[in-house]
């Protein structure tokens, strides 16, 4: 059975940082791709980044990109979302999901939830 | 304002068919065949009910369709139940500097 485990959210001041992980089983995960998708409260879906299995293609939403970094460790399966200088706008349920042998995004965590206030 | 344009809201009785639209650009809809539709319960993560714009995973009720026309995708559900009101989510792919794009969501409720 696929799991995707997302953890690491809590509440973070403005301009602070917080690392999210994902850990994957039940799939081979060095074969598929991964992204993070995020969902503020009360609202809709947004892409934030995607990383390819192995790590050499790499992608954000113009919204993160210069303050999050995606990374992965295939070894340990697991994904990972450094968020630096975070904003209020950033406060949002962050899922993991990833893209398996349909081209979508195919089977999703359960969220971890990250708040920006002060 | 979502990159794809769906109706906020969605009604059917028990039994009735629904259909609901997904309206994007020449860059992410027309453009590659690469939609997809998420179903969203209260409180869960979503959950994949069509990939590339008509097809089901396992294990998805073929009540589920999805078609394509242009810029617009479809997701039409029949026969409706209860279980099936939740928020519905499309999404397609957009080229390498936008990747995967939304849109806002449309809540279906079953009366």
């Known amino acids: 059975e696929v799991q995707l485990v997302e953890s690491g959210g809590g509440l973070v001041k403005p301009g602070g940082s917080l690392r999210l992980s994902c850990a994957a089983s039940?799939?081979?995960?060095?074969?598929?791709?991964m992204n993070w998708v995020r969902q503020a409260p009360g609202k809709g879906l947004e892409w934030v980044s995607s990383?390819?299995?192995?790590?050499?293609?790499?992608y954000y939403a113009d919204s993160v990109k210069g303050r999050f970094t995606i990374s992965r460790d295939n070894a340990k399966n697991s994904l990972y979302l450094q968020m630096n200088s975070l904003r209020a706008e950033d406060t949002a349920v962050y899922y993991c999901?990833?893209?398996?042998?349909?081209?979508?995004?195919?089977?999703w965590g359960q969220g971890t939830l990250v708040t920006v206030s002060s | 304002q979502s990159a794809l344009t769906q109706p906020a809201s969605v009604s059917g009785s028990p039994g009735q068919s629904i259909t609901i639209s997904c309206t994007g650009t020449s860059s992410d809809v027309g453009s590659y065949n690469l939609v997809s539709w998420y179903q969203q319960h209260p409180g869960k993560a979503p959950k994949l009910m069509i990939y590339e714009g008509s097809k089901r995973p396992s294990g998805v009720s073929n009540r589920f369709s999805g078609s394509k026309s242009g810029n617009t995708a479809s997701l039409t559900i029949s026969g409706l139940q209860a279980e099936d009101e939740a928020d519905y989510y499309c999404?397609?792919?957009?080229?390498?500097?936008?990747?995967?794009?939304f849109g806002g969501g449309t809540k279906l409720t079953v009366l």
């Open positions: 039940g799939f081979t995960f060095s074969s598929y791709s």
């Open positions: 990383i390819s299995s192995s790590s050499s293609y790499i």
């Open positions: 999901a990833s893209v398996g042998s349909a081209p979508a995004l195919d089977y």
């Open positions: 999404c397609s792919y957009a080229g390498s500097s936008t990747f995967w794009v």
